[in-house]
């Protein structure tokens, strides 16, 4: 069956370390995304691309690095830079076509907790 | 820019009743979709229903329904004959052009026995 595959489904993060949550999808969308979860403060975009080799900023993108190189594949780092990087995170992907309600399918999810 | 707003953070309601959760949002677009997410505490989500902008009549699959108001930007969930298993955080969001997708902050439903 089709679907979103994150990986791993719990990670800690050291101090000063950077992490990669991956994500990936055998659905041919073309359109990934990548939300932060809080408690209280629903889902908060961090990137997103629509086509591969190519992404934009989300609302809270400071901390966080992408890459796009296969269209199958969305990872995200999570850098030092990012100060409270303990939260709940989602990958999302849907198909490019505008004119259809096309819904976003989502992973299950990657707990990332600080030691 | 493009705002979801959910009053609601916690609502209840008794098991075979119904309830209805608001949803709110601000757009200039004239061409949108939305969505209501539901999240049960495996944290999943799921798609519940899907209305597009330009359709009056008001989306229902099963026991879910919308009422669906463009002039007052409302989009609000119905939710018949409540089930045990509808206790879940409940999200409801915004598609605009380009997929760009907009949520609200969530309304968290529990269904008392």
């Known amino acids: 069956d089709g679907g979103i595959t994150q990986s791993p489904k719990y990670l800690f993060r050291k101090e000063g370390q950077n992490v990669t949550l991956s994500c990936e999808q055998n659905?041919?969308?073309?359109?990934m995304y990548w939300y932060r979860q809080d408690p209280g403060q629903g889902l908060r975009l961090i990137y997103y691309?629509?086509?591969?080799?190519?992404?934009q900023k989300g609302d809270i993108a400071e901390g966080y690095s992408v890459s796009r190189e296969k269209k199958e594949s969305f990872p995200l780092t999570v850098t030092s830079a990012q100060k409270n990087p303990t939260a709940f995170y989602l990958c999302?992907?849907?198909?490019?076509?505008?004119?259809?309600?096309?819904?976003?399918?989502f992973g299950d999810g990657t707990r990332l907790s600080i030691l | 820019a493009q705002t979801v707003t959910q009053s609601q953070p916690e609502m209840s309601v008794q098991e075979a009743e119904t309830v209805t959760l608001s949803c709110t949002y601000d757009?200039?677009?004239?061409?949108?979709?939305l969505f209501w997410y539901k999240q049960p505490p495996s944290r999943q989500m799921i798609l519940v229903i899907r209305?597009?902008?330009?359709?009056?009549q008001n989306a229902t699959e099963n026991r879910f329904s919308v009422n669906f108001q463009k002039a007052a930007k409302s989009f609000s969930l119905k939710i018949s004959d409540s089930q045990l298993g509808d206790t879940a955080m409940y999200f409801c969001?915004?598609?605009?052009?380009?997929?760009?997708?907009?949520f609200g902050t969530g309304t968290s439903l529990t269904v008392i026995p």
């Open positions: 757009t200039s677009e004239s061409n949108y979709y």
């Open positions: 969001a915004f598609m605009k052009t380009g997929n760009q997708f907009y």
């Open positions: 659905l041919n969308h073309d359109a």
């Open positions: 999302a992907s849907t198909p490019r076509v505008w004119g259809k309600s096309q819904p976003q399918h």
């Open positions: 691309s629509q086509i591969v080799n190519d992404f």
């Open positions: 209305q597009e902008a330009y359709k009056q």
